[in-house]
């Protein structure tokens, strides 16, 4: 049995060789370098109360990022250009990314949309169904 000194030297080792080892590996897979840059115009950016600046602002150019679509699972790639696009122009949060693809973005627009359509005929039955047991209460 090893003593707590000796247990906390062994996880201390561990964590040291896990980060020499992640750390250029992550460098080198995270930020290639692109052949078209697309800049980062920071003036542009929606004001986020954080002290922090995203790695985007600091390298000063957007890079392609991979991600899984959360509905159908589907690898998608988010574009510098479509970066660029959401944070400058839409003024989306700086730290958000893109978690749907395509296909699934527009499936679930739509759905919002026919939701939107719906509820207010929805709520115009429901004034309509009170009226009638409120007059048939009072009768």
């Not at 290639?32 to 800049?39: A, E, F, S």
């Not at 890079?63 to 400058?88: L, N």
Request: glycine fraction near 6%; aromatic fraction near 8%; proline fraction near 4%.
């Amino acid at each position: 049995m090893k003593s707590g000194k000796q247990r906390r030297k062994e996880i201390l080792r561990k964590r040291r060789a896990r980060q020499s080892n992640t750390g250029h590996d992550e460098m080198r897979v995270l930020d290639p370098i692109p052949h078209d840059l697309i800049p980062v115009n920071a003036e542009l950016l929606a004001p986020n109360n954080s002290y922090g600046v995203p790695d985007f602002v600091t390298r000063g150019y957007y890079v392609d990022r991979r991600f899984c679509c959360i509905d159908c699972g589907k690898e998608e790639v988010w574009t510098g250009t479509q970066q660029k696009w959401w944070y400058e122009v839409a003024k989306g949060f700086v730290y958000s990314t893109a978690v749907r693809c395509r296909v699934c973005r527009r499936k679930k627009q739509e759905q919002s949309a026919g939701s939107r359509r719906v509820h207010p005929q929805r709520i115009e039955r429901k004034k309509q169904a009170r009226k009638k047991s409120e007059t048939e209460k009072s009768s």
